[in-house]
Protein backbone atom coordinates (compact mmCIF):
# COMPACT_ATOMS: atom_id res chain seq x y z
CA UNK A 1 0.00 0.00 0.00
CA UNK A 2 1.13 3.28 -0.68
CA UNK A 3 1.79 5.87 2.17
CA UNK A 4 -0.57 9.02 1.00
CA UNK A 5 1.95 11.30 3.09
CA UNK A 6 4.92 10.37 0.10
CA UNK A 7 2.33 10.64 -2.49
CA UNK A 8 0.81 14.47 -1.07
CA UNK A 9 4.67 14.90 -0.70
CA UNK A 10 5.75 13.82 -4.38
CA UNK A 11 2.94 15.89 -6.04
CA UNK A 12 3.19 19.05 -3.95
CA UNK A 13 7.33 19.04 -4.78
CA UNK A 14 5.96 18.59 -8.64
CA UNK A 15 3.73 21.23 -8.37
CA UNK A 16 6.10 23.52 -6.97
CA UNK A 17 8.70 22.33 -9.43
CA UNK A 18 6.00 23.41 -11.95
CA UNK A 19 5.48 26.94 -10.75
CA UNK A 20 9.03 27.38 -10.07
CA UNK A 21 9.56 27.32 -13.70
CA UNK A 22 6.79 29.08 -15.13
CA UNK A 23 7.82 32.06 -12.65
CA UNK A 24 11.32 31.43 -13.99
CA UNK A 25 10.23 31.31 -17.65
CA UNK A 26 8.24 34.54 -17.40
CA UNK A 27 10.70 37.03 -15.51
CA UNK A 28 13.76 35.86 -18.84
CA UNK A 29 11.22 37.17 -20.70
CA UNK A 30 10.37 39.63 -19.18
CA UNK A 31 14.23 40.10 -18.51
CA UNK A 32 14.75 39.74 -22.41
CA UNK A 33 11.53 42.13 -24.03
CA UNK A 34 13.37 44.60 -21.59
CA UNK A 35 16.57 44.54 -22.96
CA UNK A 36 15.41 44.45 -26.60
CA UNK A 37 13.43 47.24 -26.06
CA UNK A 38 16.79 49.23 -24.97
CA UNK A 39 19.12 47.79 -27.84
CA UNK A 40 15.93 49.13 -29.88
CA UNK A 41 16.08 52.65 -28.19
CA UNK A 42 19.81 53.21 -28.12
CA UNK A 43 19.75 51.59 -31.73
CA UNK A 44 17.14 55.11 -33.01
CA UNK A 45 19.01 57.18 -31.04
CA UNK A 46 21.98 56.55 -32.89
CA UNK A 47 20.32 56.51 -35.97
CA UNK A 48 18.82 60.00 -35.20
CA UNK A 49 22.47 60.93 -34.03
CA UNK A 50 23.70 60.04 -37.42
CA UNK A 51 21.29 61.87 -39.13
CA UNK A 52 21.90 65.43 -37.37
CA UNK A 53 26.43 64.77 -38.11
CA UNK A 54 25.25 64.50 -41.41
CA UNK A 55 23.24 67.31 -41.71
CA UNK A 56 26.06 69.36 -39.69
CA UNK A 57 27.71 69.01 -42.49
CA UNK A 58 25.38 69.18 -45.46
CA UNK A 59 24.72 72.53 -43.36
CA UNK A 60 28.49 73.56 -43.05
CA UNK A 61 28.88 72.95 -46.80
CA UNK A 62 26.08 75.40 -47.54
CA UNK A 63 27.36 77.79 -45.40
CA UNK A 64 30.76 77.52 -47.69
CA UNK A 65 29.72 77.39 -50.54
CA UNK A 66 25.70 79.87 -50.90
CA UNK A 67 25.14 78.05 -54.14
CA UNK A 68 24.52 74.67 -52.75
CA UNK A 69 21.66 75.72 -49.94
CA UNK A 70 19.72 76.12 -53.40
CA UNK A 71 16.28 74.11 -53.32
CA UNK A 72 16.91 72.69 -56.28
CA UNK A 73 20.51 71.28 -55.28
CA UNK A 74 20.87 67.40 -53.86
CA UNK A 75 23.18 69.08 -51.02
CA UNK A 76 19.51 70.83 -50.08
CA UNK A 77 17.95 68.07 -50.76
CA UNK A 78 19.84 65.62 -48.36
CA UNK A 79 19.00 67.96 -45.83
CA UNK A 80 15.15 67.99 -45.83
CA UNK A 81 15.60 64.22 -46.00
CA UNK A 82 17.62 63.77 -43.37
CA UNK A 83 15.14 66.08 -41.19
CA UNK A 84 11.99 64.05 -42.66
CA UNK A 85 13.83 61.26 -41.57
CA UNK A 86 14.83 62.29 -37.79
CA UNK A 87 11.16 63.65 -37.54
CA UNK A 88 9.98 59.88 -38.74
CA UNK A 89 11.97 58.28 -35.79
CA UNK A 90 10.54 60.41 -33.40
CA UNK A 91 7.16 61.03 -34.08
CA UNK A 92 6.60 57.18 -34.41
CA UNK A 93 8.94 55.90 -31.59
CA UNK A 94 10.35 59.21 -29.66
CA UNK A 95 7.58 61.62 -28.59
CA UNK A 96 9.53 62.27 -25.79
CA UNK A 97 11.74 64.43 -28.18
CA UNK A 98 9.32 66.25 -30.04
CA UNK A 99 9.93 69.67 -28.65
CA UNK A 100 13.42 69.43 -28.86
CA UNK A 101 13.18 68.28 -32.64
CA UNK A 102 10.64 71.42 -33.56
CA UNK A 103 13.37 73.83 -31.73
CA UNK A 104 16.45 71.94 -33.90
CA UNK A 105 14.24 72.25 -37.25
CA UNK A 106 13.15 75.23 -37.06
CA UNK A 107 16.58 77.09 -35.89
CA UNK A 108 17.83 75.11 -38.69
CA UNK A 109 15.73 76.00 -41.39
CA UNK A 110 15.78 79.50 -39.97
CA UNK A 111 19.84 79.48 -40.69
CA UNK A 112 19.24 77.29 -44.28
CA UNK A 113 16.90 80.83 -45.62
CA UNK A 114 19.76 83.05 -43.88
CA UNK A 115 22.49 81.60 -45.80
CA UNK A 116 20.06 81.11 -49.04
CA UNK A 117 19.56 85.00 -49.19
CA UNK A 118 22.74 86.18 -47.59
CA UNK A 119 23.84 87.62 -51.08
CA UNK A 120 20.35 89.41 -51.93
CA UNK A 121 20.70 93.11 -52.09
CA UNK A 122 18.42 93.42 -48.96
CA UNK A 123 19.57 90.54 -46.43
CA UNK A 124 17.26 88.76 -44.59
CA UNK A 125 17.49 90.08 -41.05
CA UNK A 126 20.32 87.16 -39.24
CA UNK A 127 18.13 84.50 -37.04
CA UNK A 128 18.66 84.23 -33.27
CA UNK A 129 20.90 81.01 -33.64
CA UNK A 130 22.97 81.31 -36.35
CA UNK A 131 25.39 78.82 -34.66
CA UNK A 132 25.42 75.71 -36.31
CA UNK A 133 27.79 74.34 -33.89
CA UNK A 134 25.14 75.54 -30.94
CA UNK A 135 21.84 74.37 -33.01
CA UNK A 136 23.37 70.54 -33.50
CA UNK A 137 25.04 70.49 -29.93
CA UNK A 138 21.37 71.43 -28.27
CA UNK A 139 19.61 68.70 -29.65
CA UNK A 140 22.25 66.36 -29.35
CA UNK A 141 22.21 66.55 -25.62
CA UNK A 142 18.16 65.91 -25.47
CA UNK A 143 19.40 62.87 -27.34
CA UNK A 144 22.00 61.69 -24.11
CA UNK A 145 19.55 63.16 -21.66
CA UNK A 146 17.13 60.57 -22.99
CA UNK A 147 19.54 58.26 -23.33
CA UNK A 148 20.44 58.29 -19.51
CA UNK A 149 16.96 58.94 -18.07
CA UNK A 150 16.13 55.92 -19.62
CA UNK A 151 19.03 53.90 -18.40
CA UNK A 152 19.90 52.93 -21.66
CA UNK A 153 23.83 54.86 -21.80
CA UNK A 154 26.81 52.93 -21.65
CA UNK A 155 28.16 54.51 -18.62
Not at 88 to 106: D, G, H, T, V
Amino acid sequence: MLDPTALLSTLFGGLLAIIGSVVTNYYIQFSSNKTNKQKEIRNLIEQIYKYTRDTYYLVNNMEEDHSQSDFKTKTYRDFQWNLLNIEMLINLYLAQLKEPFRSYSEDLNDLIFYIQHFDDRVPPQAPQNTSLSRITDAFRESLTALLDKKGYGLK
